[in-house]
């Protein structure tokens, strides 16, 4: 069965096929006859099978398209789930006339919510709090609801959202069509459909791994502090097109986007604590390609409308191993390759080894890419840019500044290594530290910005700064502070280790004075700075 020969609409299908799909996923040959049908179902399937268009495709089909009051309910678990899912109905939805669907979630202002439900629509999707919110304000009336979807039904009693499900289910026609997608079944879940569905047809979607096999998947030992650092020439190597870096806290997710920004990495982050608005602004600048590089808690690894993103890194081993197959199912969809690989500290190996058993594949152990490896791959990819720009660019200027150096006596060869030298400045000043040796101590300018356990070869002095986290202050402000007032280049700076009201900041000692009397008085996110050797401060 394709969708051409699917008995659905021609305005469906045109919409279907023009999206890349010909071959319906297995949930969606099962369950599209079902729903169609009006039978309860009940889909357990994992991330990226296919399933929103498994129900998305039977309840456009379904609906009254004449009748502008609310007929499909979907609750999700999250506001990110919320909007893929209404996405995904208006791109099926694209050559159907006179159909609205609206998403509702908290995080943005409800007014523009009811103003939008007034309007009339026929399919609503939203997280439970907020649409228990709209039927208490009778701002959502549910007298024309003849399907109810639960999508990631064991996401949403895992946030505590039960009772609101029950609240909801209880207030429309007992006659409706339920329908109810999980990952998982656990005993809540079994409990849900005993009292709410009436006869449901079980969809089970099985494999023999639980992960995708379009995603190859590896995992590189490394130490935490180091942590940073290989993702960096991981991201060098690879050079993604699209790349989620997943942490699993926030604070992490904040630190790690600090530290890329600081290294010159066009990064930006997703969590829990961003207002909605921003979170939907990040989410664009990725899709288009505006940032390459997303750094987020699990908050992203289900149900956010991510394209094509061809490369996922754990920062963190997930504590969950079920959160581990739906972070790297952001990867490797609709049948494109992807990859993941994790970064994996000695006190994690634990974590990677339950999450081996989880999905029953053993994953490969690479070493991460040395800085040869990473120097080799950004020079080949200079020499293909140097290429293009000879291929198809104009340069008559520029030959004109290259004979005014050639009149001054330069030959040729001479300039264009002089060139060279200046693109590939700051590479040929890397420390070339194996941080694939994980049983010896080798600490290097380049990964302390963590506090150290053993003191650096070099003579470094400490220092205290009356400047920290509760003036809004990172440590990129510092260090740019340093060296742009002392003039020192930052790799004679050492770690910085930053408090809630000061900082301490390791400086190679002879530079000790010169820092001491440029930075003093001078400010720091608008803190007047008191910077002294750190042993010369009084208990």
């Known amino acids: 069965m394709s969708f051409e020969t699917m008995d659905i609409s021609n305005e469906i299908k045109k919409a279907v096929l023009e999206m890349g799909f010909e071959e319906p996923t297995l949930i969606q040959k099962k369950g599209i006859p079902l729903i169609m049908d009006g039978f309860d179902v009940i889909g357990q399937s994992h991330t990226g099978t296919g399933k929103t268009a498994a129900f998305a495709i039977p309840m456009l089909e ?17 506001r990110e789930l919320s909007v893929q899912v209404s996405n995904e109905f208006r791109k099926i939805a694209k050559y159907m006339q006179d159909v609205k669907i609206i998403p509702v979630y908290g995080g943005e202002p409800i007014n523009r919510q009811i103003m939008a439900l007034r309007k ?34 064991d996401e949403m009693l895992k946030m505590g959202f039960r009772e609101e499900i029950e609240f909801i289910l209880d207030k429309i026609d007992e006659n409706r069509q339920t329908i109810l997608f999980s990952a998982t079944m656990p005993q809540s879940i079994l409990d849900i459909t005993k009292t709410y569905q009436k006869d449901p047809k079980l969809i089970r979607i099985k494999s023999k791994s639980i992960t995708t096999a379009t995603v190859k998947q590896a995992y590189c030992e490394v130490k935490e502090r180091h942590k940073t650092e290989a993702l960096c020439r991981i991201t060098d190597i690879y050079n993604p097109k699209r790349c989620i870096v997943f942490c699993n806290t926030k604070s992490k997710v904040n630190t790690v986007t600090d530290e890329l920004h600081f290294r010159g990495y066009n990064a930006e982050k997703i969590h829990g604590d961003l ?16 940032v390459n590089l997303l750094v987020a808690t699990d908050v992203a690894a289900r149900g956010l409308d991510i394209q094509e993103v061809d490369l996922i890194i754990n920062y963190d081993v997930p504590e969950k191993e079920d959160y581990y197959v739906h972070r790297i199912g952001r990867s490797g969809r609709a049948g494109k390759s992807g990859r993941s690989i994790t970064l994996v500290s000695r006190m994690e190996k634990r974590r990677l080894r339950n999450i081996e058993y989880y999905i029953n594949k053993r994953i490969d152990k690479k070493k991460i890419p040395t800085m040869d490896q990473v120097n080799a791959k950004k020079t080949e990819a200079f020499f293909d840019q140097v290429s293009k720009v000879i291929e198809t660019s104009d340069l008559e200027k520029h030959y004109k500044l290259v004979d005014h150096m050639v009149n001054k006596g330069y030959d040729l060869e001479k300039i264009a290594a002089a060139l060279l030298k200046i693109t ?5 000043k890397t420390d070339h530290i194996d941080i694939n040796d994980t049983e010896k101590e080798k600490n290097s300018r380049r990964f302390s910005r ?65 820092v001491l009397s440029k930075l003093d008085q001078k400010r720091i996110k608008g803190r007047k700075v008191t910077i002294e050797k750190a042993n010369t401060r009084k208990k």
């Not at 379904?62 to 999250?78: A, E, M």
């Not at 509760?470 to 007032?485: S, V």
């Open 120 to 153: 009339g629509t026929q399919i609503v999707v939203g997280t439970p709090g907020r649409t228990l919110d709209h039927i208490r304000r009778k701002t959502l009336k549910l007298d024309h609801i003849h399907t109810i979807i639960l999508d990631e039904a």
């Open 62 to 78: 379904k609906i009254d398209k004449h009748l502008k009051k609310p007929q499909v309910l979907i609750l999700c678990p999250t």
């Open 424 to 428: 590939f400045e700051l590479n040929e």
């Open 275 to 290: 207002k909605q608005e921003l979170r939907l602004s990040v989410l664009n600048k990725f899709n288009r390609g505006v």
């Open 450 to 514: 963590e506090p150290r356990g053993k003191k650096d070869t070099r003579d470094m002095t400490r220092l205290y700064i009356n400047v920290g986290k509760n003036h809004k202050a990172m440590p990129r402000d510092i260090l740019g502070a340093i060296a742009g007032e002392s003039g020192i280049e930052g790799r004679h700076i050492g770690s910085i280790d930053m408090y809630e009201k000061f900082s301490f900041v390791e400086v190679l000692s002879p530079y000790v004075k010169t």
